[in-house]
């Protein structure tokens, strides 16, 4: 009987080995299968526009094609102007939104409102929309305020993009400080501000700092607002990027150079904010 139970328990850890491994395969696979194409426009974007264009390496790599994005001609958008105006608007925006959204997640994390749920739906589904759905009356009304091609305009745009998704993401963060303290900070209303600053926001600070980066990488990479109402003296670095689109020749390595450029803010952000913004997109995960 004992020999018996022994096979039985052996096979049963081997099945589990077999699973993990299998999960393990998967995993690569998937991590290989997405990095793919980062790998390849990171290394196309040291060929030569003939090596490029033919998929080979016959000329060996060099940076000349960050050399040529990074010099622009007199009458297109130069890469500094782009940066700026990106740096600009994504900083301003965000800033607007989380000086928003804090207060309103923790008005709504500790006093539910009638049909909470309800509420945050609302503010959900506004990300629902098409975008191009929406263009004609913001661009009608843009127009009117004199707002095309500045850069106004779009922290206008990118804060109600944003604010909607701050508020769901910030009160479920909010939602984790322990009743207690909230509770034992309102009894007396001169400790509430010494408590949210000592103690409620220090306990949140992982998930709105997540939720804060989210804000900047997605506005850093809208497109469809930025192209159709900033053709002027606001365009962000996406129209920067389609600006080394050439069509008198190859461009594919110029334009591999140009995506690098215009992802490596948000990679090195992200990298550098890696910790909190995963503890934070964690927080609730497990009581």
């Not at 500045?150 to 745009?157: A, G, K, M, P, S």
Request: hydrophobic letters at 55%; charged letters at 15%; a positive charge.
């Amino acid at each position: 009987m004992s020999s018996v139970v022994q096979r039985g328990t052996t096979l049963g850890v081997g099945e589990r080995r077999i699973g993990r491994i299998s999960l393990g395969l998967l995993a690569w696979v998937v991590g290989l299968i997405w990095i793919f194409p980062v790998a390849w426009t990171v290394l196309t974007s040291f060929k030569t526009e003939q090596d490029a264009s033919a998929q080979t390496l016959s000329h060996g790599l060099s940076f000349q094609r960050y050399h040529e994005v990074a010099s622009s001609t007199e009458g297109t958008l130069s890469l500094a102007t782009a940066l700026s105006n990106s740096v600009f608007v994504v900083l301003l925006s965000t800033a607007i939104v989380m000086l928003l959204a804090i207060p309103a997640a923790y008005a709504l994390a500790i006093r539910a409102v009638p049909k909470w749920r309800d509420v945050l739906f609302f503010f959900i589904s506004t990300k629902f929309l098409p975008v191009v759905a929406s263009i004609f009356p913001i661009y009608v009304y843009a127009e009117k305020w004199n707002l095309i091609g500045t850069r106004t305009i779009l922290v206008v745009l990118y804060t109600a993009m944003n604010l909607p998704l701050a508020v769901w993401m910030t009160r479920s963060f909010f939602m984790e400080v322990p009743r207690e303290l909230i509770e034992a900070a309102e009894i007396d209303g001169t400790k509430l501000i010494n408590q949210l600053r000592s103690v409620i926001l220090p306990i949140a600070a992982p998930g709105i700092a997540a939720t804060a980066l989210l804000c900047v990488i997605f506005a850093w990479n809208e497109y469809f607002y930025a192209i159709q109402l900033n053709f002027a003296g606001g365009s962000t670095m996406p129209q920067w990027v389609i600006g080394n689109v050439d069509t008198r020749g190859n461009f594919l390595a110029k334009l591999s150079a140009a995506s690098v450029i215009a992802c490596l803010p948000v990679v090195v952000a992200g990298w550098l904010a890696q910790k909190r913004m995963i503890r934070g997109l964690s927080m609730g995960a497990i009581k």
